[in-house]
């Protein structure tokens, strides 16, 4: 059953032909007071469609306050609002006191549809019993996929669906919602420190999800300047700009019916904030150079490293953008709050790394997942495969003796002690430049050679090379394409 919350008649009547039309019952009322008399005497509500308004006043205090009135009756329903663009700070608001979505008028059958169908499957009462290891089906062909713990996601068939490695609380319940809101077009926001998976776990998200056999394209967001921002992302036609010798197909039109992965969203400018929230709010677009408007049906995914409230609260990115991006959240904690799936991973990447290499196959004793599980790991999952690789290459096996296929501990803190030994060397190079050792290099000679090391240093993690050189992401790509790297 679904409420529809409008003193205009003539949507009224529009939404309810909508819903019907699609197998929904539908409740109408045409004010506040009508709305919570059917509230509080329908315990089967699925969704209310509220409008924001309903007398002369347009400041949506009624709105704000129907829903916070809704909310204490029925919480665990989904509110959609309907607001127009001139009100979309009122819509930030009601996301803050408890709404779903908003929805822009004039709207998009498909779009609205979509919204609610939305909203109704991810608010469905799940079976207590359902654990995150149980199996998975695919929406599309309806083949099974299991995730066992320290197993691959995998077709029934044996066809690898991708790498999803652990055992670890934090992690089980990350995939517990990806199973759930795989098959749903909702826009899932990914966060955690830099190396923890996101990219895998979005991989995860479309080959779960209905789009599987459309594209999945990831985008870098820090890659990408915000004068090229339009182009990369929408694309545009030949001549529309100086440079522009041919038509250049956008991202968006690449990953038509599938999904977009938006990495390092946390990097992108105001001004590309804002064109990137008229895309996810209408799901249409403007090819650069071209009038006609073209649709998108995409699914978007984005991850960052950065504190997307923090920088909400510093004005450095758009409340409203945050909301639409934010509607699921997925954390993927860092690799010292996960112990327990570092011998999983160990085992893993030994595998891997053995069979890419043609190397014996080895293993690591008890004592050497122990001193792994007592490292730090900052880089996370990257930086331990950096660790295991580099000591499986870097150690010499002795043809009969069958003990070097195992490796020890201080296999791997010989590797561990030199990765700090090489940090405490690029600090010295440093001081030394500082001193005047490179007085005759120019600036951007220095600056190369500063950002190479810095690179060198932590192993190629961009997020801990940037905090190093006091940069944004965004600069560092920009400055790695510059000087070539």
Known sequence: MVLIVDDDRAIRVTLTLLLERNGYAVMRADSPAAAM?????????????????????????????????????????PVILMTAWGTIDLAVQGMRNGAFDFITKPWNNGVLMDRIETAILLHRPQPDSETPQSSFQHPKSGQTLTCGIGETLT????????????????????????????????????????????ELIAQAIHELSRRADKPFVKVNLGGISTALFESEM??????????AKSDRTGRFALAEGGTIFLDEIGELELASQVKLLRVLQDQTYEVLGDSVTKRADVRVVCATNAD?????????????????????????PPLRERQEDIPLLVEHFIRQTCVTNGLPISTASPEAIQYLQSLPFYGNIRELKNLVERTLLMKVPAPSNSEQSLLTADDFRTHAQQEAGSAQCHTQAGEMLA??????????????????????????????VAKELGISRGALYRKIEKHGL
């Open 234 to 243: 929408f694309g545009h036609k030949k001549g529309s700009f100086t440079d």
């Open 308 to 332: 997307l409230r923090q920088m909400v609260n510093d004005k450095t990115f758009r409340e409203d953008l945050f909301y639409r991006i934010n509607l699921i959240h997925l954390h993927l």
């Open 37 to 77: 008399d059917i509230v509080r005497s329908h315990a089967d509500l699925q969704l209310v469609l509220m409008d924001m308004n309903y007398t002369l006043a347009t400041d949506g205090e009624e709105g704000l306050t129907l829903l916070k009135q809704v909310k204490v009756f029925r919480p665990d329903t």
């Open 435 to 464: 001193a005047g050792a490179g007085e005759s290099m120019t600036l951007d000679e220095l600056e190369r050679l500063a950002i190479s090391k810095a690179i060198e240093k932590h192993s190629g993690n961009l997020s801990l």
């Open 155 to 198: 077709y029934d068939t044996g066809q690898s669906l991708t790498y999803i490695i652990g055992q670890s609380q934090g992690l089980l319940s990350v995939l517990a919602t990806v199973r759930r809101v795989a098959s749903t077009n909702a826009p899932v926001l990914i966060t955690g420190e830099s190396g923890t998976g996101k």
